[in-house]
């Protein structure tokens, strides 16, 4: 980033995402379709039916992997007050939704409680870059 700017930084997280995508994809796609057999080799038969928790915690860990290269590109921006603003708002909403999430759908709402905090951090991250991007468009005009 120091040597060839934002444009190489964002092309580089870019292609790091992609390359890394293919990889967590398949393993967390087979760790889905395998689900049973993994919850029975590791906790016995009798938990198999909880094998959708381990198929939910699989997708989240897709948004996870997502979230990664949008906070290394704030942190190389040095636009860090992004993701406390973004943590500050999955924060509320886990105070305000968590209780209801879960009364209304057990895991399940669990699962989409922590799926929909990624979401919120991550939309807030896209928001700090592009508020970067608008700044940097304007120094160069």
Known sequence: HHQSGDQALFQYLKNITLKGSGIIMGLIALLAIFSE?????????????YAYVLKGFALLNVFVFIGM??????????QTQGIFFAYLLSTLFSLFFAYPFIQWWGLYGVIGGLIITQLITQAYYLITIQKYNKTQSLKTA
């Open 37 to 49: 057999p993994v919850i029975e080799l590791l906790y016995g038969a009798e938990y198999t039916d």
């Open 69 to 78: 290269p949008l906070r290394f590109t704030i942190r190389t921006l040095e």
